[in-house]
């Protein structure tokens, strides 16, 4: 849990006056927002599933980079990466390395599935898996399950830091957890249901540039609370050298782990059900291209200089302890045990902005802790409207109505996302508090093995599809057949 | 057959993403080991900042560097082009 403890000083009552409506309004201002985006997505549409999954294949390339950008990052972005650096050290910063490899991979296996999904009218990544395996009944429900397993932990997740984020935003309230996650929720489908994927993406893309700011905030903060760039430096440089160098402070990022996270979280990331939809509702090529390199040389950045320092900064503010066994547990500020790390950047800037900055720096610091929340709520509205894709289109319309109509596949996909959330809240709910209640931990790694298995299946499955339905490009004089094959790592001919 | 501008372009492409492959091998990756102390020994710095964190810096920039490139010379709009930007 993160601390609920008064955690103002004294001396800063003004401030500790000033962090709890400028977080009410913060957070009212966002959530009305997020609603009119939703109705203003509805106002907009034209109908259809192709519209309500895909905006109408419509998407320009700011909406398409900053929701590829917002789904991208979750609350990992805001609470866990920063304390991992706080635990680890420098080594984990390393990290943000994957980013580029994933920019990477918004151009060069999105523009193919946008370009498969254009000429095949492909709406979820099951449309175009099981047509890459000639129309293969079993890859479909394959790929289907494997990403509702991929997209179910996000969702489960990401409504639980929302009533972790509550906690923080309203200590003094009775059941601050449970309404938090619960409101959550509720706001999230309810845009989602009624916008489908033009709110998600406008939403995404408010709560993206949230998230960003948020990230770089904190940093900055980070950096002043130590007296500026010059001395946090110098106090990096004290910290013991195991928190310095590879593979961390705990020994648990050697440099080939480090390279095989790094890849295969980014593949997995940037294939996931919500990203591959992202991919066919672009407007063009184009739009991916701009999407890319804004995704590669913007986000970055908000991680190496913005989240990494604020665990560096916390390592030496609020040095962490060690336990039995010489295992390294959170400092008493944060809760004191091997649980608490991910708080680092709340703590840290609830300390530190209204002393930098005074009643404003509380505002300030009100804001981040909204952003965490945008960033909790992009990822799970991503996730939702994803599944409910799956489940209309590739399990109910293939298995159960084939002759369903578009209206039905609607109310059904929206049926999947109330189910989905209302089942995320109850597993999150029952939970709290509960270290014996393991089912959330179970589903956590149902997504690893989701990001394994839809790896293996996107290359192939790209491959195949692309020789299948354009002219392969000619092959060069004495290369073998297998070169004609357009394949998802081989450009194919304009 | 390809033209020769896309031939030049796919040799570029090739170039580029050998140099990407790199530069992830070399920053997250083994390559760290080469900044990486002799047990028992200090941490080195750079500039009065970590090492490894400048490491780290130091490959995010060849990475930006290497997809601009991409984006600017390999990387095409397709062959329906941008019907316009925006949102």
């Known amino acids: 849990m993160i601390p609920t403890a008064p955690i103002f000083a004294a001396a800063d009552a003004a401030a500790a006056e000033t962090f709890a409506p400028a977080a009410k309004v913060a ?31 419509g998407q320009g390339w700011i909406v398409s980079s900053l929701t590829i950008m917002a789904t991208f990052f979750s609350s990992f972005a805001l609470l866990s990466a920063p304390g991992l650096v706080y635990k680890t050290g420098v080594a984990f910063a390393l990290f943000a390395l994957n980013v580029p490899f994933g920019a990477v991979l918004v151009y060069v296996l999105g523009k ?8 095949r009218g492909y709406v979820t990544p099951s449309d175009m898996l099981a047509d890459g395996y000639g129309g293969s009944e079993s890859v479909r429900l394959l790929s289907a399950l494997c990403g509702m397993a991929y997209s179910i932990p996000y969702v489960v997740m990401q409504i639980q830091a929302g009533g972790l984020v509550s906690e923080i935003l309203f200590p003094e309230a009775e059941n601050a957890f449970q309404w938090g996650a619960v409101v959550l929720a509720a706001i999230t489908m309810l845009y989602i249901m009624v916008g489908g994927m033009r709110s998600v993406a406008w939403t995404d893309a408010i709560q993206g540039s949230m998230l960003m700011g948020g990230m770089m905030l904190a940093g900055v903060a980070a950096v002043a609370a130590l007296g500026g760039i010059g001395p946090f430096f110098e106090k990096v440089d004290a910290l013991p050298a195991e928190a310095l160098t590879v593979p961390g402070a705990d020994g648990a990022w050697p440099a080939w782990k480090m390279l095989t996270i790094c890849v295969v979280a980014s593949l997995g990331s940037m294939i996931q059900p919500a990203q591959w939809m992202r991919y066919y509702a672009a ?30 900064g916390g390592r030496i503010l609020y040095p962490p302890g060690v336990g039995e066994g010489g295992a390294i547990l959170a400092s008493e500020a944060l809760g004191g045990t091997a649980k608490d790390f991910d708080k680092i950047l709340v703590v840290l800037l609830k300390d530190y902005l ?105 290359l192939r499955s790209s491959t195949n599809s692309f020789s299948a339905r354009e002219p392969p490009p000619e092959p060069p004089p004495g290369s073998s057949p297998a070169w004609s094959s357009c394949s998802a790592f081989r450009r194919c001919s304009a | 057959m390809p033209s020769a501008p896309d031939r ?7 170039a580029l993403g050998v140099a990407f492959g790199v530069a992830m091998f070399m920053g997250p990756g083994p390559g760290n080991a080469l900044i990486t102390p002799d047990p028992g020994s200090a941490p080195a710095t750079f500039l009065g900042v970590p090492a490894l964190y400048a490491w780290a810096l130091g490959w995010f920039l060849v990475q930006a560097l290497l997809i601009a490139a991409l ?9 329906d082009g941008d019907k316009g930007e925006g949102s």
């Open chain 1, 27 to 57: 957070l009212g201002v966002y959530l009305l927002l997020l609603l009119a985006l939703g109705a203003l997505g509805y106002k907009r549409s034209s109908g259809g599933d192709e519209d309500y999954y895909l905006a109408g294949r």
């Open chain 2, 71 to 79: 984006a600017a010379f390999v990387w095409k709009d397709g062959p």
């Open chain 1, 112 to 119: 193919r599935i946008r370009q498969a999904g254009v000429a």
């Open chain 2, 8 to 14: 030049r372009r796919r040799t570029l492409g090739i």
């Open chain 1, 283 to 312: 407007r063009s090529a184009g739009a991916l291209k701009r999407s890319a390199l804004a995704f590669g040389i913007i986000l970055p950045p908000c991680f190496l200089i913005g989240v990494m320092l604020v665990g560096l």
């Open chain 1, 354 to 458: 209204p002393e930098l900055l005074g009643p404003a720096g509380a505002a300030l610091a009100a804001c981040v802790v909204v952003a965490i929340l945008a960033a909790s709520m992009s990822t799970a509205d991503s996730s939702l409207h994803a599944l409910s894709a799956i489940a209309s289109r590739d399990l109910y319309q293939r298995y159960l109505r084939k002759a369903a109509s578009a209206l039905e596949l609607a109310w059904v996909g929206r049926g999947a996302i109330a189910f989905g959330t209302a089942a995320a809240v109850a597993l999150v709910l029952k939970g709290y508090g509960n270290d014996h209640f393991t089912p959330i931990a179970v589903i956590a790694q149902m997504g690893f093995l989701a990001i394994g298995f839809s790896t293996q299946l996107a």
